[in-house]
């Protein structure tokens, strides 16, 4: 059944140990390698039978979508990065002769276009060997495997040997096509990093599969250790500062070397993974809990990788310390903080749908949706109170993590029911008031990653409100990145965010052809906090307008009513001189709007309720146009925004005050 793959396989093995110079494969494999891949000792994931008997007596909607996912897999249907039900078949290779049908691993499938291969990874150049605006993240996101452990549960659940045999193929496809360092799947560490670890979660659940070819373990093995290998020489720290990529080579790596851990070099690499993961944590965390590349998305993310490791490695007993572990606590506790009343993520930066691994709703998860690592996260940490946060298949992913500790009856506490708070958090720059249904998340924060700012936004004094269950003003998030340079710009532009703009300035300066580095102007600074169980109040300002030759300075404060969900927001902007002032409010998809033709007013409907947004001080000039709305990465939905703009001579100061709230059809909510 195997034997032609074998022969395709030897002859492009042998090919991908020459090529790349970076890559140190001086090592031979051994008996006990390969039988260290078979061990249930090496990752918590490993399906534990008894495990496995009661997902199938308390889950069995979960089975059904989790065999349904795996049948679309089997098809070589994928969905990935806005792109949907697309179907990569290699025509360029020659026919299987089990009919299996070859993947194309190199195609940006929206626009059909086809990365160059056979080239060593070190020698690509996205300027000149790039086919059009092809979106490289496509064949990067399909390479790193994450439907491979949807394979491999469909087969844990259901016995079904086609599951199984389909990892077998396309472990055999992937290598063949993907010779070690050869070719755009080689070329960023971090997406070889994330396939290592999907692939050992994978091998781990997939341990006691015999499988019709004797030799697929030792293949296995052979290919997990050369992406070991590969990820520890061609580490992403070669740049100004270390961020989420070289945090998951570092965690693609122990998922490797946990495998390997009683080999010399599973050692060596457990023990530099630790002693970087303790660094990283001090680095890339920032003392009140978040990420420090001021993306919220990016948190969720860098979240997901912190915990993956400190679980990986208590389990092979080699825990990492408590000051990583109350770093780690901080940053669930940060991301349960700003988390929406639906369950939902503010997309206050940067979002590419960015993942450790998928263990469940593989196909059908909502990118915007972080929950499912709060019960894997209260586990591992210790704290039930995060377990209720959940949501419906939080125990499901946490049984997939490798704990026994949950059933599939867990009550789920309702959203709207979630933890009221009102709490600052400092070094984020973020303010977030949350009570039953009534949210407000102030964002003005640095930018980010040491001042390199890959991942933040234009957002200083930007904000989210949503009013009784409803979001009514939202940030519009990220959409693309390479692939549409204007519409990246403009996602992450001022404009494309709820505050002000002054002469059509960006807060932060943008070089339209750096699509990831912002220039620290803003300079944001925060006047005042406070909070009680009836209001929150956060003042703020930045500096992004003094850089002007008439120099401007925006403050702004923030009221909110945590009792009925009221906003009032007050602009004082201080100048000297003539400038162009602009407003933007962005409105949530399904909010519909229209101007007052009798005052300074836009009324909303939503959900069937009815809000306003009314505003008074020197006069503006509405206009309500089209927008648009990324929920997730490639992904642009219509709505509308507000846009106020004037032309004026300023001496000293202006201010102008705005107001939302909740309003009956007829009645007027500003006195």
């Known amino acids: 059944m195997f034997s032609f793959l074998r ?142 452990p949807l394979l491999a549960q469909a087969w844990a659940l259901t016995g079904d040997e086609r599951y199984a045999c389909e990892i077998a193929h396309q472990l055999d496809d992937f290598v063949a096509a993907n010779p070690v360092g050869v070719g755009v799947n080689w070329v960023c560490t971090m997406d070889v990093a994330l396939r290592a670890a999907n692939w050992a979660v994978t091998l781990q659940i997939l341990q006691a599969w015999e499988g019709p070819d004797p030799d697929f373990w030792s293949r296995a093995c052979h290919h997990l250790l050369a992406l070991g290998h590969f990820i520890r020489g061609n580490l992403e720290d070669k740049y100004e500062v270390t961020s989420n990529h070289f945090l998951s080579n570092v965690v693609g790596l122990l998922y490797v070397a946990a495998v390997f851990v009683d080999r010399p070099q599973g050692q060596q690499w457990l023990d530099w993974c630790v002693a970087m993961l303790e660094r990283e944590m001090r680095v890339q965390i920032l003392p009140d809990g978040a990420d420090f590349e001021s993306s919220i998305p990016y948190h969720r993310l860098v979240t997901e990788l912190f915990l993956g490791a400190w679980h990986v490695s208590h389990w092979i007993r080699r825990p990492l310390s408590e000051g990583f572990r109350t770093s780690l606590e901080k940053m669930i506790d940060y991301l349960v903080g700003v988390m929406r009343p639906d369950g939902l993520m503010p997309q206050v930066g940067d979002a590419d749908d960015g993942r450790l691994h998928i263990l469940s709703g593989y196909g059908n998860w909502q990118p915007q949706d972080a929950r499912h690592l709060l019960a894997p996260a209260a586990l591992a940490l210790g704290r039930p109170d995060w377990r209720g946060l959940a949501g419906p298949v939080g125990a499901w992913e946490a049984a997939w993590w490798g704990f026994d500790e949950v059933t599939g009856t867990e009550v789920s506490v309702p959203l709207g029911a979630w933890p009221a708070h009102a709490t600052f958090y400092p070094n984020a720059g973020h303010a977030v008031s949350r009570a039953g249904g009534h949210y407000l998340l102030v964002s003005n924060a640095i930018v980010g990653t040491e001042g390199f700012g890959n991942h933040k936004h234009n957002d200083q004094l930007s904000f989210e409100l949503h009013i009784a269950g409803q979001p009514l003003i939202v940030d519009p998030g990220s959409y693309v990145y390479t692939s549409d340079p204007e519409a990246r710009n403009r996602f992450r532009g001022t404009a494309f965010h709820n505050t002000v703009m002054v002469d059509g300035i960006e807060q932060n300066e943008m070089n339209p052809e750096w699509l990831f580095r912002l220039f620290e102007k803003a300079l944001p600074q925060t006047l005042a906090f406070e909070a009680s169980a009836s209001r929150m109040v956060y003042e703020g300002c930045h500096e992004g307008y003094a850089r002007l030759p008439v120099p401007l300075r925006h403050r702004r404060r923030f009221v909110h009513d945590r009792q009925t969900g009221q906003l009032d927001v007050e602009d004082e902007l201080r100048s000297e001189g003539g400038h162009e002032l602009s407003w933007h409010f962005h409105l949530a998809p399904g909010v519909s709007a229209q101007l007052d033709p009798g005052g300074a007013i836009l009324r909303l409907w939503a959900g069937g309720q009815h809000f306003e947004l009314q505003w008074s001080g020197p006069e503006l000039v509405a206009e309500l146009t089209a927008s648009q709305y990324s929920p997730s990465y490639g992904r642009a939905q219509p709505c509308l925004a507000l846009n106020l703009r004037t032309k004026m001579q300023m001496v000293g100061g202006s201010c102008w005050a705005f107001r939302l709230c909740q309003s009956s059809p007829r009645a007027e909510c500003l006195s």
């Open 7 to 148: 022969r395709f396989l030897t002859r492009s093995r042998a090919s991908s140990i020459t090529v790349p110079q970076s890559v140190d494969m001086a090592w031979t494999l051994a008996p006990e390698d390969v039988a260290a891949l078979r061990s249930p000792a090496r990752l918590p994931m490993g399906p534990n039978p008894a495990r496995m008997e009661r997902l199938r007596n308390e889950w069995p909607a979960e089975i059904d979508r989790t065999v349904a996912a795996a049948e679309q897999v089997l098809s070589h249907r994928f969905s990935l990065l806005g792109v949907d039900d697309f179907e990569p078949g290699d025509l360029s290779r020659p026919p299987h002769p089990d009919g299996y049908r070859w993947i194309d691993w190199h195609l940006d499938p929206g626009r059909q276009l086809r990365f160059p291969t056979g080239f060593p990874h070190k020698s690509w150049d996205m300027a000149t060997m790039r086919p059009g605006l092809a979106d490289i993240k496509l064949p990067w996101e399909l390479a790193r495997c994450q439907h491979w």
